[in-house]
């Protein structure tokens, strides 16, 4: 079982920073960072995961603005950076970090994630995403937000030359041979010359090839276009699924979608974005999320609410009803649709309804003692809903800490997860294969 | 004195890597990159510098690979995540990377540096530059590279808009209250707008103010835009002249640009570029330097001086005369012309130039005993050719070793430079003020 540790410093649930166990003053607080790098260390978490976006959300709502997911954040640290500090702190855990395909040069990423993955020694990886946010495109002279084909296009392209550009170099490119002066061997070098529709990349990249070959590419997209997407390209897939037989139906669409491109089942992970709230026992755990729900003010689980349906919900009675809103009309995802539905069918007020999505971020939650939860992860493993999960645990630090102390060693007992590292690189740890070099054979010998 | 490090653990002179006392295996080696800015640390140094470029060039010259300067090289870190790196194994070294403004985004390199300057305490600087080689404009998607004119109006619009998303929010912008939940404070807040002829950046920067207020800005460019540029923006600038009256030259003329902006003659340091051998004796550094350039093989020799003259060298006797060359057409800078005029002067062969430019890439050089070195240094600082100097000591890293050994200790004797470091930021240390941030006064409150 793979677990990865959504490394965001202020955690992912909407009140949990003011909760009197959760860190001082998170906002880009590198202590913190670093702290809770090395507790996902301790745990023998798999790797850290840092959530992003490009411009500040909600600017017109202040109190959302330590709200919603991390990506809306006015004050956060740009991900490489930060794990390239961390790398310098950690020893084993991989280091994941978003970056958009939609306002960034296949080129400049390539090399930064390169130089992650040489300064890690091989535990980079790159959660590559397009960004649909109309707020962002604004950061980026562009008028309004690039299409969606359009943006899906371009990733697809993006990440054709990133991994093109990665292979830029033999893996013994370099002999650096003092006495007969050859620093390189300009037979393992090749120029891709990428030409598309969106980009022209000529390369070689100006860095050696990273110690994994390739840094492990995530993705999240569960559109159809973000699905294939996946398929063709990523090595592991973050899933939002509020139940075990949504997330089973994705886990075998996406893993059914791998043999056209030639890959093996075992060839990409999925992981399932789950909150988990683990204490000694089940009332703990109720009484710990109940505190998180209280330090939300009813105007900002309003407007998270409002955020999540696509209506304006101060418009209806806080204790009243939740309203039989036009079904067809509601949320800007899928996810809207859910909570309405779930609202109507267990006649919640609309207090209530607020209530009940702050945790999950309208995704998976767990919540309970340590076997209690360890079942639901069993479970979810074995019943092939998921490879893994990609965890916040509410609130940070203590509820990482108290995951680690209670449900990691459950989890153990059972032989669901390591007790020590094995892997040298990200890549062993989540038994994923070095990529080959698609233009030099392993000893270095140009393929082509 | 500023005393600034060339922080390229290959070295800059184009053999140095082949020497005995030269690190093995110098490519993109992290090990050496943390050694390096121990021992600037450890010289009280003010800040490690790391040139950059965004290709690999002379791909049809592989002997040339390790040889021409830092930004033209194949196996090297991006320089900001290496800095963020380097970040966590020093306390008090000021971080400097080139990030060009041809290929990348205004949002996202102040958000990468605002990143690097929290990650490091205030540590960070930004060495602004434009990208001229057409090699580096294929690997971002353009048929031929950006004309001078235009990389230098989108340089000036980059610069204005990064120090105004700097500016995005006052420094006690983030109350973080636990118990009001007034994560932020939304009068301290402001939106740039900036509408310009290359960008169109609406902001907010999603990062909290950076600890120096605005990371340091370097910049480089000698030609008439390039100093106009340097006045009405930087607060270092990294000056190539080979003489002290060349430079002095250009230091008044630099300092006289800065009244018409508002500017003080010290808010803009000039650095100047030296190659620096020291060691116990003359005749020792002598000797040093005839071994650096006996590792120079005459067909990189000869490489290095086409590409430094812009005519092809090899086609006349090594240890003939050196030709006169249609003096109006050499050279793609004035710095052919400068090598070809003192080839004929002095009669030199050949062989005999490419050995003269060797080791200075066509800058300045000091060579001789500590006293030597130390009077050269003294010279340029009091007579104000520069205030202070940007060191490539050869070998790496004996050579910068040698030079804290020998030459720090008579400076510090003869009260020219720092014995501990004093301040807490880098711009403590460069004698530079914090900026104040143009949206609000100091205490936070809206200036306009």
């Given at each position: 079982?793979i ?85 310098m ?23 930064r ?14 959660n ?50 003092k ?12 120029a ?68 056209k ?62 309203p039989?809103?036009?079904f ?8 809207g ?16 309804t ?19 939860v ?14 893994g ?25 059972r ?34």
């Amino acid at each position: 079982m793979i677990l990865a540790a959504n490394a965001n410093a202020q955690g992912s649930h909407v009140g949990e920073w003011r909760h009197p166990t959760a860190w001082d003053k998170p906002a880009s607080n590198l202590e913190n960072a670093i702290r809770l790098a090395r507790i996902a260390e301790a745990g023998r978490f798999d790797l850290l995961f840092l959530a992003d976006g490009n411009g500040v959300r909600n600017l017109d709502k202040p109190d959302l603005f330590a709200a919603t997911s991390p990506s809306d954040r006015p004050g956060v640290f740009e991900p490489v950076t930060l794990l390239s500090a961390l790398a310098m702190v950690t020893e084993h855990v991989g280091l994941v970090a978003t970056t958009t395909t939609t306002y960034d040069e296949p080129f400049s990423v390539a090399r930064r994630f390169a130089s992650l993955d040489h300064i890690s020694k091989g535990r980079a990886g790159w959660n590559l995403v397009t960004t649909s946010n109309p707020g962002d495109a604004l950061n980026f002279s562009h008028e309004e937000h690039v299409p969606r084909d359009d943006r899906y296009e371009r990733a697809g392209e993006f990440a054709q030359i990133v991994k093109g550009l990665w292979d830029s170099w033999a893996d013994d490119a370099f002999p650096q041979d003092k006495a007969s002066g050859r620093f390189l061997d300009p037979s393992k070098v090749h120029a891709l010359n990428f030409r598309g529709k969106h980009f022209q990349v000529a390369g070689p990249l100006n860095a050696p090839r990273p110690p994994q070959g390739h840094p492990v590419i995530f993705s999240a997209g569960q559109s159809e276009t973000g699905k294939e997407l996946s398929a063709a390209t990523a090595d592991c897939v973050f899933a939002i699924e509020g139940t075990i037989e949504r997330a089973q139906t994705l886990y075998a669409d996406l893993k059914g979608r791998l043999p056209k491109y030639g890959r093996s089942a075992d060839s990409l992970k999925i992981l399932s974005g789950v909150t988990i709230i683990a204490a000694e026992t089940e009332e703990e755990a109720e009484q710990l999320a109940r505190e998180l729900d209280d330090l939300v003010p009813p105007a900002v689980g309003l407007d998270y609410l409002s955020k999540m349906v696509g209506v304006k919900m101060s418009a209806y009675p806080l204790d009243g009803p939740f309203p039989a809103l036009d079904f067809e009309h509601v949320g800007p995802t899928g996810i809207g649709k859910a909570i309405v539905a779930k609202a109507l069918e267990q006649k919640l007020t609309v207090r209530e309804t607020y209530r009940a999505i702050l945790p999950q971020m309208a995704g998976n939650f767990f919540k309970g003692s340590a076997a209690q939860v360890a079942d639901l992860m069993e479970r979810w493993f074995l019943e092939k809903a998921c490879d893994g999960f990609m965890i916040a645990a509410p609130v940070v630090p203590t509820g990482l800490e108290r995951f680690i102390k209670l449900v990691v060693p459950e989890l153990q007992r059972r032989g669901l997860f390591r007790t020590e590292y094995s892997g040298r690189t990200l890549r062993d740890n989540l038994g994923l294969a070095r990529p080959e070099n698609r233009f030099f054979a392993q000893a270095g010998r140009a393929a082509e």
